[in-house]
């Protein structure tokens, strides 16, 4: 299986399965450095761990993350780091009964239809639990990001589930780390509560839309036509398990507004840098970064792992019926947050370096 890695200049390829002994992520082109330990990664993996509430899978695992490589003396040397999470809470058995069934909503029948063979424990690398690697690093990139520009800020939070939209007039930046949910609006999360708490318990599952924001990003990032910054993230979200849908900015609903409306009209600032009226397009034009917020949304799908009844078939093509076993999250789009985050600082630090690569201090000056 190729194209397990992502990145220009700040690359990352990711490796393990969801029941091996392990997974991790070996990252190359970190500058070097850049202060960072393990301590540091672990803050950002633990937002994102199994087991944390109710809502989550009870799967129970410490993802406890170790840099082999690439680090000394608590700086990065310039050469690849290697970061491993070991597994300790397989249930294999779990998935016996599935050995033979495609799960409906799953990669089941696609890896098998492609490699002729399939690790059915847990979806192998169709499993969520591989994006644990990625927000590894993900707090790689943040600390290097840190020490290049220091101005930036990353912050995901979940603005829908299901049919269930926050109410905007009531955006709380405080609020995000106070709930289970990492939304901005407390009345949202008290009623999310209660509608998830129903499906849970009746063995159901749902989706749910997440927007990540990155705020002091300097202007000029991305490139025209095939190296857009809007073009690697959308990439980079869409590649996480489960999303089937990606925006910036306006996104979709662009197509609602007229060109009057859309528009983000330009003045000069107190401090002598152009600022914007509105930011329809999502701190992206022509694929380059105006220094705006960036703004990112993404759509999760439910979780396809369910307690009820589906039809499907077997690998011999018999007809049968399947009901999915195991510990599996009621809305994977809770712990899909702190991934996009990760998403994010790859491809922002990813492009910063190509930046700083290719045109140095060479961009346009206004005024």
């Known amino acids: 299986m190729s194209l397990n890695s992502f990145g220009h200049l700040f690359r990352v390829a990711t490796w393990g399965e969801s029941h091996g002994p392990a997974l991790g992520?070996?990252?190359?082109?970190?500058?070097?450095?850049?202060?960072?330990?393990?301590?540091?990664?672990?803050?950002?993996?633990?937002l994102r761990k199994p087991g944390q509430n109710k809502y989550t899978t009870?799967?129970?695992?410490?993802?406890?993350?170790?840099?082999?490589?690439?680090?000394f003396e608590g700086r990065t040397t310039g050469t690849p780091v290697q970061l491993m999470i070991r597994n300790t809470d397989q249930r294999s058995k779990d998935y016996g009964d599935i050995a033979e069934k495609f799960r409906p909503g799953h990669a089941d029948i696609t890896y098998w239809q492609k490699y002729g063979i399939r690790d059915y424990r847990g979806g192998g690398r169709s499993s969520a639990r591989e994006t644990a690697a990625r927000v590894a690093a993900g707090?790689?990139?943040?600390?290097?990001?840190?020490?290049?520009?220091?101005?930036?800020?990353?912050?995901?939070?979940?603005?829908q589930m299901g049919p269930h939209g926050i109410d905007r007039d009531r955006f709380d930046w405080d609020q995000i780390d106070q709930n289970p949910f990492w939304t901005p609006d407390a009345k949202a999360a008290e009623d999310w509560s209660a509608y998830l708490d129903e499906l849970r318990k009746s063995g159901n599952s749902v989706g749910a839309i997440i927007e990540v924001v990155a705020r002091g990003v300097p202007a000029g990032l991305?490139?025209?036509?095939?190296?857009?910054l809007d073009t690697d993230l959308a990439s980079a979200m869409m590649s996480i398990n489960a999303v089937k849908g990606v925006e910036i900015g306006e996104g979709m609903n662009a197509a609602c507004l007229t060109g009057e409306d859309n528009a983000d009209e330009i003045f000069m600032g107190n401090d002598g840098q152009p600022v914007y009226s509105s930011n329809h397009a999502g701190g992206i034009?022509?694929?380059?970064?105006?220094?705006?917020?960036?703004?990112?949304?993404?759509?999760?799908?439910?979780?396809?792992?369910?307690?009820?009844?589906?039809?499907?078939?077997?690998?011999?093509?018999?007809?049968?019926?399947?009901?999915?076993?195991?510990?599996?999250?009621?809305?994977?789009?809770?712990?899909?947050?702190?991934?996009?985050?990760?998403?994010?600082?790859?491809?922002?630090?990813?492009?910063?370096?190509?930046?700083?690569?290719?045109?140095?201090?060479a961009g346009g000056k206004i005024g």
């Open 139 to 159: 707090g790689l990139a943040r600390a290097a990001l840190d020490h290049l520009a220091p101005g930036v800020e990353i912050k995901g939070y979940m603005t």
């Open 25 to 46: 992520a070996t990252v190359d082109g970190c500058p070097p450095g850049v202060a960072i330990d393990a301590d540091t990664l672990q803050h950002w993996l633990d």
């Open 285 to 361: 034009l022509g694929g380059i970064s105006t220094g705006q917020d960036i703004v990112v949304r993404f759509a999760v799908k439910p979780t396809s792992s369910i307690l009820r009844p589906r039809q499907t078939i077997t690998k011999s093509g018999t007809a049968t019926e399947i009901v999915t076993k195991g510990r599996h999250d009621p809305c994977v789009g809770i712990r899909a947050v702190p991934v996009g985050e990760a998403m994010m600082a790859c491809v922002i630090l990813d492009h910063l370096l190509l930046h700083r690569g290719q045109i140095g201090d």
């Open 222 to 228: 991305g490139a025209p036509i095939y190296g857009k």
């Open 58 to 71: 009870q799967r129970r695992e410490a993802d406890e993350v170790e840099i082999l490589s690439g680090v």
